[in-house]
């Protein structure tokens, strides 16, 4: 809504948060986030008040749910009902502004709405940094595992699958209780089949063992509680590090966030962001903020388990059609291209179904620019290369403007899968490894794809190959 009030000339009144979902939760804008920090972020961008002026107090709102995935022109139609009516209502927000196909301007202005302008409050804030600092305590990497084995997600979806008879009635009942959720006849089986379930309790375990993550692996479970009486069972069984929120804070810590769901929801947004692994089982708007933000920040590892091959696979490996040494090597092949690398979200043929802006912000946000150039010459000095050794300069490009860059080398590239390509440029995605191997009197310059006026920084280090 930020952009939207940018494109309408508007001044943008304190958003207000859905009470009538299903956890009737009653926290507001200013229960989550540090209002004032919005408020000043945008002051450049945005006016925005803390409530409706006084002079507009009598004035009933023009009510309207905006057209799912609009372009900018459909909001600048709207400037005429703002200044006949003077006051507008967006009663839905989700989903409102296209993806793709809007002015760089806007997209980056999304991003410092995102990015920079939201801040949770101090409180939650703090607590979030004391979780993580006693899962970082425990000296081992941790994942932050959104699991969306939840009674809604499983009732809305219509997916039973583990559960017991009497479970899945109860999930029937409850769906035909929610009114607004059009559909209620629903094949569990069938869906599963899809891959538009949540992925099971047991199901994950056998996906992160077969992805070699050891017994001892820490797990902070970003979810509500997990339906079915002995779901977790299977998984505790092979990962028996589980924390969440209840179990890392007292109850004492927890006191002024509870029972406001939204207010927890935001304590376990800061935990994954931080994560050394973060993997989500279902779509979602949490999955979707936090593998953004994550690619924002440097591309941190985020998991995205191919539910639809996966659970095909779980299905053989039960009736022993592949033995558990294939059932790991197909899991891990599926997989190797599904672990947050970069890419450019590209249109699709449809908005609903193409990847979401805030799920992969890039092209949109682009980083600060850099003027660096590393020569070798300037590591052989600082580094003492030794006349007789060739060296391994392991590289990573961190912060671009202009995509994708490339450099140029006297010696030996290596790319990040360490497969050799010499007498081209090599494009460099945002946070993985390149390799470039060379002596003593060979140079290295790095520059920009073509050699445009834009820059990039990397980090790097060395070490002999005797």
């Not at 569990?188 to 538009?196: D, L, M, N, T, V």
């Amino acid at each position: 809504m930020v952009v939207v009030a940018k494109i309408m000339n508007a001044v943008l009144v304190l958003p207000s948060l859905d009470h009538e979902s299903f956890w009737v939760d009653p926290s507001d804008f200013k229960d989550i986030f540090d209002w004032r920090h919005f408020i000043e972020s945008l002051k450049d961008d945005v006016e925005i008040v803390e409530s409706l002026p006084h002079k507009y107090a009598a004035v009933k709102p023009l009510a309207k749910a905006p057209i799912s995935w609009s372009k900018a022109d459909y909001y600048s139609g709207e400037i005429p009902s703002l200044k006949k009516h003077k006051v507008m209502k967006f009663t839905h927000t989700d989903s409102r502004l296209a993806n793709n196909g809007l002015a760089s301007s806007i997209q980056k202005l999304r991003c410092r709405a995102n990015y920079q302008a939201l801040r949770y409050s101090n409180e939650i804030e703090e607590l979030g940094k004391i979780l993580i600092d006693r899962l970082s305590k425990k000296d081992e990497p941790y994942i932050a595992f959104h699991l969306r084995y939840e009674k809604d997600m499983l009732a809305f979806t219509g997916c039973s699958h583990n559960l017991t008879a009497k479970e899945a009635d109860e999930l029937r009942t409850m769906r035909y209780n929610v009114k607004h959720w059009k559909e209620k006849e629903i094949d569990s089986e069938e869906r599963r089949q899809q891959g538009a379930c949540p992925v099971s309790p047991r199901e994950a375990a056998l996906f992160l063992k077969a992805m070699d993550y050891p017994k001892s692996t820490t797990v902070y479970i970003v979810a509500g509680d997990i339906y079915g009486e002995n779901s977790m069972d299977a998984f505790l069984a092979e990962y028996p590090n589980v924390f969440s929120h209840s179990t890392l804070a007292t109850p004492e810590e927890l006191e002024p966030l509870n029972p406001n769901q939204n207010r927890l929801a935001a304590l376990d947004y800061i935990v994954a962001l931080e994560s050394d692994v973060f993997l989500y089982t279902y779509d979602g708007n949490m999955a979707k903020a936090v593998q953004g933000y994550r690619r924002f920040e440097g591309f941190g590892k985020t998991i995205n388990p191919d539910r639809q091959n996966l659970v095909k696979l779980v299905d053989q490996l039960d009736n022993g059609a592949v033995s558990w040494d294939e059932f790991r090597s197909k899991v891990k092949s599926l997989h190797s291209n599904r672990l947050g690398a970069p890419y450019p979200r590209m249109p699709g043929e449809l908005p609903k179904v193409e990847e979401n802006f805030y799920a992969n912000p890039y092209p949109g946000c682009v980083c600060k620019q850099y003027n660096q150039e590393l020569r070798s010459q300037d590591l052989r000095r600082s580094l003492r290369m030794d006349r007789r050794k060739s060296y391994d300069w392991h590289l990573t490009c961190t912060k671009v403007e202009g995509w994708p860059p490339s450099f140029s080398w006297e010696g030996t590239v290596y790319n990040s899968r360490k497969r050799q390509a010499q007498g081209e440029d090599v494009a460099v995605p945002i946070g993985y490894p390149f390799f470039v191997r060379i002596g003593y009197r060979e140079s290295m310059v790095l520059r920009s794809h073509r050699g445009s006026k834009n820059s990039f920084e990397v980090s790097f280090s060395s070490y002999a190959k005797m």
